[in-house]
């Protein structure tokens, strides 16, 4: 009998999924791991200041209403989170943070609300996205970021993002999803212990980082996100 060969990518997929099913199994006969124990003890709307260097500092609401907020916040189902909008001389920036302890949500289910796919989803287009984007600030080499541009009705915002599990920044597809051996890297890098604490980070501007780096009240709010955890500073934790 002839033997039958199948294309490369499909067997990957088809050795990975095995490996994540006996995986999956196994888990339930080991004991419950604790995760990786919660790194910052200060909670984030205090973090943050309220104005830096001529910035004045807002709180935003998640949602335009009462009931989107709350139907967001079972979505995300999030510890906390911190949505601050900072203005100076008609330029602005926001800060979007939230945090999840650990064991509290899959990275998975997180990887469905980056602005790849909700932004895009509320009518926003990608205009241009680099995967990977190195940030340095403060003498510090953040975690690789995801830098995008969108526009929505005459509206540009240029968007960086990092989501961080278990200390270690999450490396996406170039359709936004979580890759095809992401499950098997995860188990190489965290074990059977799939129960890290997860931040999504988001900055956001009409203006060009270029320009905000430039800005001393911007470097002091990205010298703040630099302290978030061991995956967002190389001089923390070595990927």
Not at 60 to 85: G, H, N, W, Y
Not at 103 to 128: L, M, N, T, Y
Not at 188 to 195: P, T, Y
Request: proline share 5%.
């Amino acid at each position: 009998m002839a033997s039958v060969r199948l294309p490369v990518p499909l067997l990957v997929l088809l050795v990975a999924s095995a490996t994540a099913t006996v995986a999956a199994f196994a888990i339930q006969f080991l004991p419950e791991q604790t995760g990786s124990k919660v790194t910052r003890n200060v909670p984030l709307r205090a973090l943050f200041p309220t104005s830096a260097f001529g910035w004045q500092g807002r709180d935003l609401p998640l949602a335009q209403t009462e009931s989107a907020v709350d139907q967001a916040e079972k979505i995300l189902r999030f510890d906390e989170f911190i949505f601050r909008s900072y203005q100076k001389q008609g330029l602005e920036f926001s800060v979007y943070v939230a945090f999840w302890s650990p064991g509290r949500i899959a990275a998975r289910e997180v990887a469905f609300h980056i602005p790849d796919k909700c932004w895009v989803a509320a009518g926003w287009k990608r205009q241009s996205a680099t995967y990977d984007h190195p940030v340095a600030i403060g003498g510090h080499t953040l975690a690789p970021a995801q830098l995008r541009q969108f526009s929505a009705a005459g509206s540009v915002q240029n968007v960086l993002y990092w989501h961080i599990f278990n200390g270690n920044a999450i490396i996406y597809n170039r359709d936004g999803s979580p890759s095809d051996l992401s499950m098997l890297t995860d188990l190489a890098r965290h074990g059977l212990n799939l129960k890290g604490e997860q931040y999504f980070i988001r900055v956001s501007s009409s203006t060009s980082f270029e320009e905000l780096f430039k800005d001393e009240g911007f470097v002091q709010v990205m010298e703040l996100i630099a302290e978030l955890g061991p995956g967002m500073s190389r001089s923390l934790r070595q990927f």
